[in-house]
T-cell receptor
Framework: ETGVTQTPRHLVMGMTNKKSLKCEQHLGHNAMYWYKQSAKKPLELMFVYNFKEQTENNSVPSRFSPECPNSSHLFLHLHTLQPEDSALYLC?????????????FGQGTRLTVV | KNEVEQSPQNLTAQEGEFITINCSYSVGISALHWLQQHPGGGIVSLFMLSSGKKKHGRLIATINIQEKHSSLHITASHPRDSAVYICAVKYSGGGADGLTFGKGTHLIIQP
């Protein structure tokens, strides 16, 4: 248990569906991240939020829409996804973005797009 | 392109063996992380290094800044050490997150 909780753990969705991934941390961290991990590829950073403000969008398609209502919660809204979007989506948090402090990762959401 | 190379990609060993996983990177960094990912998917941070050596239990991590190389060692390996070990670096002058990840080393320790 790292203190970062992601729900759901598994998600199967059709290409026309709309779903959301949720991430929650009560570690007092101010930075939260979304990462994508595809098979046989390194982790890819998608979004960074620092003090609730989006500070980085790593050229992610608009069918992925992040939301950070407060420093403890982060969402990833999904719509009209493609099969190649199937991957493990990991949330992480750290004290602040830009610091080299340790990051804490969630268990991930295994997403399958059919 | 700044890349992080890990070797080996896959490693199977017997319980009790001494394990070494290597990580090389291409330009100057401010920090290097070793992460462990179990089959369930969750990732745990093992070490963060900017110089020298760190030890935690049976795990030892070293970094050579001049050679742009880091190693993760596991002594007296155990089946519960089976996991994917990921090296990630923060390049000097990187962005808000700035972590570049290796593809990981898949380690299996057989009883």
């Amino acid at each position: 248990e790292t203190g970062v909780t992601q729900t759901p753990r598994h998600l199967v969705m059709g290409m026309t569906n709309k779903k959301s991934l949720k991430c929650e941390q009560h570690l007092g961290h101010n930075a939260m991240y979304w990462y994508k991990q595809s098979a046989k590829k390194p982790l890819e950073l998608m979004f960074v939020y620092n003090f609730k403000e989006q500070t980085e969008n790593n050229s992610v398609p608009s069918r992925f829409s992040p939301e950070c209502p407060n420093s403890s919660h982060l969402f990833l809204h999904l719509h009209t996804l493609q099969p190649e979007d199937s991957a493990l989506y990991l949330c992480a948090s750290s004290q602040e973005a830009g610091s080299i402090a340790e990051a804490f990762f969630g268990q991930g959401t295994r997403l399958t797009v059919v | 392109k700044n890349e992080v190379e890990q070797s080996p990609q896959n490693l199977t060993a017997q319980e009790g063996e001494f394990i070494t996983i290597n990580c090389s990177y291409s330009v100057g960094i401010s920090a290097l992380h070793w992460l462990q990912q179990h089959p369930g998917g969750g990732i745990v941070s093992l070490f963060m290094l900017s110089s020298g050596k760190k030890k935690h239990g049976r795990l030892i991590a070293t970094i050579n800044i001049q050679e742009k190389h880091s190693s993760l060692h596991i002594t007296a390996s155990h089946p519960r050490d089976s996991a994917v070990y990921i090296c990630a670096v923060k390049y000097s002058g990187g962005g808000a997150d700035g972590l570049t990840f290796g593809k990981g080393t898949h380690l299996i320790i057989q009883p």
